[in-house]
C-alpha cells in the first residue's frame, strides 16, 4: 500500500495477440484519483504521464509483457518504468519459475476480489469488432482490479500454497500459506529462503523492432 505522499497506479494494456507484430489496442492507467487511456493511432502522452510520474507501477505479467510491448508503442525506453514496477507474476516466477503461472482471475478470486469483467480473447474480438468503449472499460477495470491486488496489506495468496509479500518494488517475504507438519516440510523449512529478485537490465526485456 502507497503512503499519502507516494502515488501509485495500476498498468493494463490490450493487444490483438502475442507476436511481436501484434499491436497494442488499448492502454490503460488508474489510480484512486485518476485515469487515462489511450487506444491504437492515439497520442499516449497521458498515460506514459502517469507512468512516469509513479512512484510504483502495479502490473500482472507487465514486466514481461504490458511494459516492453507499451514501450515498443511508444517509441520509448520502459527503463524508467521497471525498476519501479510491483509484478507479482514475474517475482513468482523468479522463486518457482514456469510453475508459478496462473492466471489474474484466479489470485483474484483467491484473494476475495471481484472477478474480471471478460478475458484476453473478448478483448481481441471487441477491437476487430469496432467495440472500443466496451474494451477500453474491461482494460481499465483490469488495470484497477491489479490495482487493489498489489496495493493488499494482508499478502496475495498464490494457487492455495503460498502467500506473496510485497515491499514497494521488492518481494519481502516468500511463505507457505498452509503450516505442513510433514518431515519433507521442515527440511524445506530449514533450508535457507529465496533471495528477492535480483536486479535486471531492463533493456533485455525490450522487444526489437520488427
Known sequence: MPRPD???VGFDIETTGKERSDIVTVACAWS???KAHCFHGEDPSEV???LNAATYIYTFNGVEFDLPRFAKHCGCSMEQWVVKTVDPLFAMKQVLGFGACVKLNDVLTE???S??????????????DGR???LMLYCMDDARLTYEL???KNGIKWAKRWILKLNNARMLEFQPAIKDTSSAAHASEDAPRA????LFDPKSMEPSAT
Not at 533471495?195 to 535480483?198: D, M, Q, V
Request: aromatic letters at 8%; one cysteine or more.
Open 132 to 134: 472500443h468503449e466496451a
Open 32 to 34: 484512486p484519483g485518476r
Open 6 to 8: 507516494e502515488f501509485a
Open 115 to 128: 472477478p474480471k469483467s471478460g478475458s484476453g480473447l473478448e478483448a481481441i474480438e471487441m477491437w476487430h
Open 48 to 50: 506514459v504521464e502517469m
Open 150 to 152: 498489489c496495493a493488499s
Open 195 to 198: 533471495p528477492p529478485p535480483a
Open 111 to 113: 484473494n476475495g476480489y
